[in-house]
């Protein structure tokens, strides 16, 4: 499922990124509040975001993800970045073991195609729950 990007919305930081995921986590069915989502953001370069597409719908406490599915939307629609982001339905925001994984694979996967991971969000239940950025803890580099 995408969902259109009619403002010229742009990211600065995972902040940003998060309050905005909150909100597309809100007009989620009840039932699937419980589920695991995982989202790819495509970024132009000036990091207007051009589409944002829920790419796995999981379960409790998992969702299946591959680096194939990820980068197809970000090759097709010709993006010069992305941006991933998942809640964890507990309310923790801490990295699972997993978490960590699909992060490494997504980021050399990404540098193979030119087409850089930026970050890695990870959002809580609701917004004012914290939430975590790889990015800002040193896991991704530029």
Same mark, same amino acid.
């Not at 009840?30 to 989202?39: A, G, I, M, V």
């Not at 409790?60 to 990820?70: D, G, I, T, W, Y």
């Not at 994984?101 to 030119?114: P, S, V």
């Given at each position: ?54 790419? /796995? ?32 339905? /507990? ?35 609701? /917004?004012?729950? /914290? ?12």
């Amino acid at each position: 499922m995408e969902i259109k990007v009619r403002d010229k919305i742009k990211v600065s930081g995972p902040q940003e990124v998060a309050e905005l995921m909150y909100d597309v986590l809100a007009l989620e069915p009840e039932l699937d509040l419980e589920k695991e989502h995982f989202w790819l953001l495509g970024l132009r370069a000036n990091n207007g975001i051009k589409f944002i597409e829920l790419i /796995s719908l999981g379960t409790l406490n998992a969702s299946l993800v591959h680096p194939r599915e990820v980068f197809r939307p970000a090759v097709i629609k010709a993006v010069a970045s992305v941006i991933v982001v998942h809640n964890h339905p /507990s309310g923790t925001t801490s990295p699972s073991n997993e978490d960590r994984g699909i992060t490494k694979r997504l980021r050399e996967a990404g540098k193979l195609m030119d087409i850089p991971l930026l970050d890695h969000i990870i959002i809580g239940r609701e /917004s004012g729950d /914290s939430w975590y950025s790889f990015k800002e803890e040193g896991l991704i580099d530029d």
